[in-house]
């Protein structure tokens, strides 16, 4: 059985960083395109980032270019993302999901299992 579980949330200033982890269990982690989504209230859930099996290519949001890198340590089963200069808008509920092919993807319905997600609060 699969389990992702996020880690690493909470409250932080706008301009500040929090550094994301997902820890993965249950299949072997380097086959499978990881990513990072997000949901605001009232809002639906987005796509942040992803990153392919091999850790080698990754793919960002607009909103998250420049700024947030998503990185994964295969040895270690755990899949990071490193927010910095944070604003306001980025609060929201972070959830990693993998998805059971190797390749990136960018929509929710692409991802097969979900964590339970962290919440991060950027205060101004």
């Known amino acids: 059985q699969v389990q992702l579980v996020e880690s690493g949330g909470g409250l932080v200033q706008a301009g500040g960083s929090l550094r994301l982890s997902c820890a993965a269990s249950?299949?072997?982690?380097?086959?499978?395109?990881m990513g990072w989504f997000r949901q605001a209230p009232g809002k639906e859930r987005e796509f942040v980032a992803a990153i392919t099996g091999s850790g080698n290519s990754a793919y960002y949001a607009d909103s998250a270019k420049g700024r947030f890198t998503i990185s994964r340590d295969n040895l270690r089963n755990t899949l990071y993302l490193q927010m910095n200069s944070l604003k306001r808008e980025d609060t929201a509920v972070y959830y990693c999901?993998?998805?059971?092919?190797?390749?990136?993807?960018?929509?929710?319905?692409?991802?097969?299992?979900w964590g339970q997600g962290t919440q991060v609060t950027v205060s101004s």
């Open positions: 999901a993998s998805r059971s092919i190797a390749g990136m993807a960018v929509r929710v319905r692409d991802y097969a299992y």
């Open positions: 249950g299949r072997t982690f380097s086959s499978y395109a």
